[in-house]
C-alpha cells in the first residue's frame, strides 16, 4: 500500500535542503536570501554579516520580449555536456540548459515535478518511489520522452562498468522498473533520505541515443528535453545552445545562450562593465563584486555557503598533532579582520563544521576562538615549544614549521594564506606558502602527503543533511586532516540511523562541539556567494538561496536592450 | 648536403625522444591524476576511485603507459584526454593550434614591418639620440611583463574608451590586444637583433670598401647591410617557436584566447598527462625542425657560415 | 663570432701570459665602454642597485614582511608607495626585493653560467662522441618546455628561495653552452692550444687557460643580458605561483599579487613593475655597453 507522502514537510523537517552538487561544484555553494537571513537574524546572535540582497520586483520587468542571446562568462574549459559531468559549475550552467530531471531543486531549494507530473508517490515502508511522468515532451532530435529513457539513465550510473562518477548517489537504488511509458517505479535496498536530491534530480538522456552513440561521444553531442539544444561546443571557446522550439514549457524568450571562458577574473568584470558579457557564472574577485553590486546597471544575488573556508591541517604531522598548537593557532589568527579585509566582509567567522545556513543543525554554543595572541603563546609554551632564538618555535630539536599549499593562480584565497601567515608567525608558529595544481593538493591530502592547504569545502549540508562521513570520518575518502577521533565515527554512524529529528539535532550539536575543541582543521568563514547579472537581463527570479540555481531558470529571462 | 640534413634529422629524433621521456616521467613524480579532478566533491568510496582510474588506464605501470601511448602516436592517435572525458587530443590540438599560430603570425609580421627599419636606422646612426631612444624603448618592450602590458590595454582600449573587445577571438578587433602585446616584446627582440647585425655588417670590410668607393650611405645600408638585418628574422623565428608557449600562454590566459598555451597550461593543471605528452612532442619536432631551417637558411643567407 | 681576433695571441704570449697583458687589455675595454653613454647609465643604475640591496634595513622605512596597515592602503605620506594586498609596506618591499631580485637573477645566472661553460667547454674541446651526446642534451634542453620543467621541479622541492634560483639555474644554462661550445670549437685548432698541447699540458689546464679567457667576452655580454631575463622570468613564474614565495619580497611575487587589484588599487602592481622594468633596462644596457666594448671589430 502506498501513500503519498508530504514531500515538502519532509523537506521542511530537514530544512534548510539543499542539493550536494552545489556545494560540489563550487567547493562553495550557498544559501541566504531574504527568508533565511529573517530566520537566521530571529534565531540567534549568528546572523551573517554580509550585505543583505537586493530584493526585486519582477512585475517591474515589463512585458517578455523575444529573441537575444544571454553571454555568460566562466572560467575554465567546458569540458563535458554529459550530465554526469555537472561536477564543475560552468558545466553544470550550459547542462542544465539542455536536459531535464523528473524533479529540480530550484533557487530557493524547492523541489519540483519537471518530467514528472507530479513529486512521486512513496511507499509506507519508503522503498518504492512511485513517478507519474508528463507526457508529450520531445526530446530535440523529435523523439518522445518515456519510462524507458529514465530507465536506462538511471540503469546506465549503477552499471560498475560504466564506472561513472555519480555511481555513489545509486548505491542504494535496488531496481529501476518501467511497467507502462509514463510510469516509473525506483525500488530501494534500503530507506534513503536523500533520494529526490540524488536520485530523481539527475538529468534524463534519450535512451535510444545515448546506447547507440555512448557516452563519450555523447558528452559533445548531448540530446535532451532541455529549453535549448546545442549549438555549438568549442570546449576551451565558448559553448552555444540555442531555443528549443518544441519544448515542453513553451519556447524559451531566449533565442540563444552562449557561455564563453574567460580564466582572468579581473577580465571578466571588465567583460560585465562594457557589456560584453551578461553574467558571470563563477565569481569575480571580493572587490569587483563590492563595487559592481553597489553599480545600478547589475542585478546582485548575495547567497551565503554551506561550506567552510578553512586550512585542512594534516593532524598526523608531529609538530601538529598536539590539539593545543591546533587551538593556538585559531587563537592567534584574527579572523574578523581576514574577513574584513580580504573579503571585505562578505563572508561571517566559522564556528565549526557547520554553517549557520544548516538552521538548527548549527550549533552556536561551541568553544570560540577570539583573536587572543596571548592566549596562544600560553598554549603553545604549555605544549613544551619554546621561542627560537629565529622567532620560530622549537620542541625536541623541532621547528613548529609547516607548508601551506595553495591553489595555483588562486588569486582571491592567496592574500588570506599570506595574512594568517603573519598572524602565525607572531606567536612563533613558522606557515610556508607555495602554490600546486589542485590535482595535487587533493590526491596528497587524501593521502596524508600534505601539511595543509587552503579552500573551501562542505563538511556537511549536502541537501542539507548535516552527516559527512566522507570529510570527518576516520576512514572517510576526503579527510583531508588525517582526523581520527573514536567518538565522531561513533556520532556519524549514530547520525545516519537517527530518525527523530530532535536527537538527530543534538548528535550533529555533539559533533560541532568536538570538531571545535580538537580544531583537525583551521575553520576560518562562511562566505557570501556573488551572482551579477546585467539589468538588461529581465525576468530572474525574485530572491534566491542558491546562486548557481538561478541559472537554471534562463528559458524565463529575456533581454532588454 | 643531404647526408648532413640526414643526420641533423636522426639527431632530432634522439632529442624529441629525450625530451618526451623526460617530461613523462617527470610528470610521473608530481602527484595528483585527472581523476581527482573528476571527481570533485562528489562523495566516493577508494573502490570507485579505482574503477574510474582502471577505466582511463591510469592503474597501470608508468612505462606501460608511455610507450603504449608513444605506439599509438606512430598510427597517428595521440591519445585521449580523461578532463575531457574520452575527447581525442587530436582534435584538442587542431583546436588549439590555429588560433596560436594566427596570434604568432600576426605578430611576428607587425613586429619585423616596425622593428627592422627601426634597428637598421639605430646601427647606421649609432650613438645618436633615436639610437639611444629605441633601444630604450625595445628594452622596455622586453622588461614590462606582459600580462601587466595586457591589462593595462584592456583597461584604456576596451573599458574606458570602449573601442576594442577586452577579450575573445571573434572578430578582427579582438586580434588588436593580443596581438600589440605579443609584438612590443617582439619588437624590442627583433629590433635589437636587428641593430646589432646592421652595425657588425657595417663594421665588414666589404662595407667600408663600398664606403670608401664614394658609395652613398643609404646605397650601402640597402645593397649590402638590409641583407644581414634578415638574419634576426629567422633567429627570431627559431626563437619564437622555441618560446611559443612561455610567449603565449599569459596572453592566451588573459584575452581569453583557446589556443595551446592554455591547453597546455590546463592540462598541466589537471595532470591530464597524454594532452601534455602530445604538445610536448609536437613542440619538440617543431623547435628540432625550426633549430635545423635556420642553419639552412643562416647557410643560405650568409654564404661565409659553414654548414658544419 | 666575436673578440677572438683582438685576443688572439701568439703561441709563446699565451703560454707566458702576463697579468700586465691582460690588465691593458681591460683597460682598454672600459675605455670603449665609457664611450657608450646608455651603458653607463645601466652600470650606473646596477651599482646603485647593488648598493640599495646592501643597505636594504636602513632605507626602508617599515618592516617589508609586517602588516603595518589596511589592505590596499593607496599612497599617503605615511606610505609613500601605499600597502599591499595585505596591508605590507609596498616601498619597503621594493627596497627588499632589489636583494631578491638580485640574488635571483645574479644567483641563477651565476649557476647556469658554471653548468653551460662547464658543458659548453668540455662538448667543444673533447669533440667526437662526447660532443654528440653533450649537444643532443642542450638541444633537448632547448627544446623542453621550460613551462612543465618549472611547474614539476617547484612541485617536488620545498618552497624557498634558493629553490627558485637552482630551478632557473638548471634550465637556462644551454645558451651558454652552445655559445662556448662554438667559440672552445674554433680555438681547438688554433696554433697556440695545438703548441700547449704539444709541450703536456694537461686538457683541464689548456681550456682553463687558453680557451675560457677567449669566451669571457661573449659570456660576459650573455650574462649581463641574461640577470634581466632571469629577473622577468622569476616575474612570469610568479604569475603562475612558482615564484618567491612570501613573505619574502620578490618584485614578481608582488606584480602577481597586484594582478586582482589592478582596478582598485593599481600602487600594488605598478611600483613593482616599474622596479622591473628599470632593473631589466640597466642590465640589458649595460650588456649593449660590454657588447660593444668587448667585440673589437665594431671599434670606431
Known amino acids: ?561 | 648536403m643531404l647526408r648532413y640534413i640526414t643526420i641533423r634529422l636522426l639527431q632530432g629524433v634522439v632529442v624529441i625522444f629525450l625530451v618526451s621521456i623526460t617530461s613523462f616521467i617527470i610528470m610521473q613524480l608530481a602527484p595528483g591524476d585527472p581523476v581527482d579532478i573528476l571527481i570533485g566533491e562528489q562523495q566516493i568510496t577508494p573502490e570507485q576511485i579505482a574503477a574510474i582510474e582502471r577505466k582511463w588506464g591510469l592503474d597501470r605501470p608508468w612505462y606501460v603507459q608511455y610507450f603504449t601511448w608513444l605506439g599509438n602516436v606512430f598510427t597517428g592517435d595521440f591519445g585521449t584526454s580523461v578532463v575531457r572525458t574520452g575527447q581525442p587530443v587530436r582534435e584538442m590540438i587542431f583546436e588549439a593550434a590555429p588560433q596560436t599560430i594566427k596570434l604568432n603570425l600576426l605578430s611576428l609580421i607587425v613586429s619585423m614591418l616596425i622593428a627592422i627599419p627601426i634597428g637598421v636606422l639605430a646601427a647606421v646612426k649609432r650613438y645618436s639620440l633615436f639610437d639611444y631612444g629605441s633601444m630604450v624603448g625595445a628594452t622596455l618592450g622586453i622588461a614590462l611583463p606582459n600580462y601587466w602590458i595586457g591589462l593595462m590595454l584592456i583597461i584604456v582600449f576596451s573599458l574606458k574608451l570602449g573601442w576594442l573587445p577586452p577579450y575573445g577571438s571573434g572578430s578582427w578587433k579582438s586580434y588588436i590586444l593580443p596581438v600589440a602585446v605579443l609584438a612590443s616584446q617582439e619588437m624590442a627582440i627583433l629590433a635589437r637583433l636587428s641593430r646589432g647585425t646592421t652595425s657588425e655588417a657595417l663594421s665588414q670590410d666589404y662595407v667600408t670598401t663600398a664606403r670608401a668607393k664614394g658609395l652613398r650611405d643609404r646605397t650601402v645600408v640597402t645593397r649590402h647591410v638590409v641583407r644581414n638585418a634578415l638574419l634576426p628574422v629567422v633567429t627570431m623565428i627559431g626563437y619564437r617557436i622555441a618560446f611559443l608557449l612561455s610567449g603565449t600562454i599569459v596572453v592566451e590566459t588573459i584575452f581569453a584566447w583557446p589556443g595551446i598555451g592554455q591547453l597546455f597550461f590546463n592540462s598541466i593543471d589537471r595532470m591530464d598527462y597524454q594532452v601534455v605528452q602530445a604538445i610536448v612532442l609536437l613542440l619538440a619536432t617543431l623547435v628540432v625542425v625550426a633549430n635545423l631551417v635556420t642553419d639552412l637558411v643562416y647557410a643560405y643567407i650568409d654564404p661565409r657560415i659553414r654548414v658544419r | 663570432m666575436s673578440i677572438q681576433a683582438a685576443t688572439e695571441e701568439t703561441p709563446a704570449q699565451a703560454i707566458l701570459e702576463t697579468g700586465t697583458a691582460r690588465r691593458s687589455e681591460w683597460s682598454r675595454v672600459w675605455r670603449r665602454f665609457k664611450r657608450y653613454k646608455p651603458g653607463l647609465a645601466g652600470a650606473t643604475l646596477v651599482i646603485a642597485l647593488i648598493f640599495i640591496a646592501i643597505f636594504a634595513p636602513l632605507i626602508a622605512p617599515y618592516s617589508p614582511t609586517e602588516k603595518v596597515g589596511r589592505r590596499a592602503t593607496p599612497p599617503s605620506a605615511e606610505f609613500w608607495l601605499g600597502l599591499d594586498e595585505i596591508g605590507r609596506d609596498v616601498l619597503s618591499r621594493l627596497i627588499f626585493g632589489t636583494r631578491v631580485a638580485l640574488i635571483v637573477g645574479i644567483g641563477a645566472m651565476a649557476i647556469a653560467l658554471i653548468i653551460g661553460v662547464t658543458i659548453g667547454a668540455v662538448a667543444g674541446y673533447f669533440g667526437g662522441t662526447v660532443d654528440l651526446a653533450l649537444s643532443r642534451v642542450i638541444d633537448a634542453l632547448m627544446a623542453f618546455p621550460l613551462l612543465a620543467l618549472l611547474i614539476t621541479l617547484s612541485a617536488l622541492f620545498e618552497p624557498h628561495l634558493r629553490t627558485v634560483v637552482i630551478v632557473i639555474g638548471v634550465t637556462v644554462w644551454a645558451s651558454y653552452a652552445r655559445v662556448v661550445r662554438a667559440e672552445v670549437l674554433s680555438l681547438r685548432e688554433r696554433d697556440y692550444v695545438i703548441a700547449a698541447r704539444a709541450i703536456g699540458a694537461r686538457s683541464p689546464r689548456i681550456i682553463a687557460r687558453h680557451m675560457l679567457p677567449n669566451v669571457i667576452g661573449p659570456v660576459i655580454v650573455l650574462a649581463s643580458l641574461d640577470v634581466g631575463s632571469i629577473i622577468i622570468l622569476e616575474s612570469a613564474l610568479s604569475f603562475l605561483g612558482l615564484g618567491v614565495q612570501p613573505p619574502t619580497p620578490s618584485w614578481g611575487g608582488m606584480l602577481s599579487a597586484g594582478r586582482s587589484l589592478m582596478r582598485n588599487a593599481p600602487h600594488i602592481a605598478i611600483a613593482p613593475g616599474v622596479a622591473i622594468t628599470l632593473t631589466v633596462l640597466a642590465f640589458n644596457l649595460m650588456g649593449d655597453g660590454l657588447r660593444d666594448a668587448l667585440d673589437p671589430r665594431q671599434r670606431e
Open chain 1, 1 to 561: 500500500m502506498a501513500r503519498s507522502v508530504d514531500v515538502l514537510a519532509l523537506l521542511r523537517q530537514a530544512s534548510p535542503v539543499t542539493r550536494r552538487e552545489i556545494l560540489k561544484r563550487a567547493a562553495l555553494g550557498g544559501i541566504s536570501g531574504p527568508a533565511l537571513m529573517a530566520m537566521l537574524r530571529s534565531d540567534a546572535s549568528a546572523a551573517p554579516a554580509g550585505p543583505a540582497p537586493r530584493l526585486r520586483q519582477r512585475s517591474q520587468d515589463g512585458e517578455p520580449v523575444q529573441g537575444g542571446t544571454l553571454v555568460l562568462t566562466g572560467h575554465q574549459e567546458i569540458a563535458s555536456l554529459s550530465p554526469d559531468d555537472t561536477g564543475p559549475t560552468v558545466h553544470w550552467v550550459m547542462i542544465t540548459q539542455i536536459h531535464n530531471a523528473l524533479v529540480e531543486m530550484d533557487e530557493n531549494l524547492q523541489f519540483n515535478p519537471v518530467l514528472a507530473e507530479s513529486l512521486p508517490e512513496v511507499s509506507e515502508d519508503g522503498l518504492t518511489y512511485t513517478f507519474k511522468l508528463r507526457q508529450g515532451v520531445k526530446f530535440h532530435d523529435g523523439e518522445e520522452f518515456t519510462s524507458e529513457d529514465v530507465k536506462y539513465t538511471y540503469e546506465w550510473y549503477m552499471n560498475p562498468d560504466n564506472a561513472a562518477i555519480n555511481a555513489a548517489d545509486f548505491a542504494m537504488v535496488e531496481a529501476v522498473e518501467a511497467p507502462d511509458p509514463y510510469t516509473v517505479i525506483v525500488r530501494m535496498k534500503e530507506p534513503y533520505a536523500p533520494f529526490l536530491a540524488r536520485v530523481a534530480s539527475k538529468f534524463i538522456v534519450p535512451a535510444h541515443y545515448h546506447s547507440q552513440v555512448g557516452e563519450t561521444e555523447y558528452k559533445g553531442k548531448p540530446i535532451g528535453t532541455g529549453p535549448f539544444k546545442l549549438k555549438e561546443w568549442r570546449p576551451a571557446e565558448y559553448t552555444e545552445v540555442e531555443a528549443f522550439e518544441d519544448h515542453f514549457r513553451g519556447r524559451p524568450h531566449l533565442d540563444a545562450i552562449r557561455e564563453e571562458v574567460v580564466p582572468e577574473p579581473s577580465v571578466r568584470a571588465i567583460g560585465l562593465e562594457t557589456g560584453e558579457a551578461h553574467s558571470s557564472v563563477w565569481p569575480l574577485t571580493p572587490e569587483d563584486n563590492i563595487r559592481l553590486a553597489e553599480d545600478s546597471n547589475f542585478v546582485v544575488f548575495v547567497t551565503s555557503a554551506f561550506a567552510v573556508n578553512h586550512f585542512p591541517l594534516n593532524n598526523k604531522l608531529p609538530q601538529l598533532s598536539d590539539k593545543r598548537v591546533r587551538q593556538a593557532m585559531m587563537y592567534a589568527i584574527d579572523r574578523e579582520t581576514v574577513i574584513d579585509e580580504i573579503f571585505q566582509g562578505a563572508a561571517v567567522v566559522a564556528t565549526s563544521n557547520l554553517s549557520p545556513a544548516m538552521g538548527d543543525f548549527y550549533n552556536p554554543n561551541v568553544k570560540e576562538y577570539p583573536y587572543d595572541p596571548d592566549q596562544a603563546n600560553a598554549l603553545l609554551d604549555e605544549a613544551g615549544w619554546v621561542m627560537g632564538s629565529d622567532g620560530v618555535r622549537e620542541k625536541d630539536g623541532m621547528k613548529l614549521s609547516f607548508v601551506c599549499t595553495t591553489i595555483t593562480g588562486d588569486q582571491t584565497r592567496r592574500p588570506e594564506a599570506e595574512l594568517v601567515q603573519q598572524y602565525l608567525k607572531e606567536v612563533g608558529i613558522d606557515m610556508q606558502l607555495q602554490e600546486a595544481p589542485v590535482a595535487t593538493i587533493l590526491e596528497q591530502l587524501r593521502k596524508g602527503e600534505m601539511d595543509a592547504s587552503l579552500f573551501n569545502w562542505t563538511y556537511g549540508g549536502d541537501y542539507a543533511d548535516p552527516d559527512d562521513g566522507g570529510t570527518l570520518r576516520s576512514d572517510g575518502g576526503s579527510n583531508f586532516s588525517q582526523f581520527q577521533n573514536a567518538r565522531v565515527d561513533e556520532l556519524l554512524d549514530a547520525g545516519l540511523r537517527e530518525i527523530d529529528r530532535e536527537k538527530r539535532i543534538a548528535i550533529y550539536h555533539e559533533i560541532q562541539e568536538i570538531i571545535a575543541e580538537e580544531v583537525p582543521f583551521l575553520f576560518i568563514s562562511y562566505w557570501d556567494w556573488y551572482n551579477i547579472f546585467s539589468s538588461k537581463v529581465k525576468g530572474l527570479p525574485e530572491s534566491a538561496l542558491v546562486g548557481d540555481q538561478i541559472y537554471a531558470k534562463a528559458y524565463q529571462w529575456w533581454i532588454e536592450e
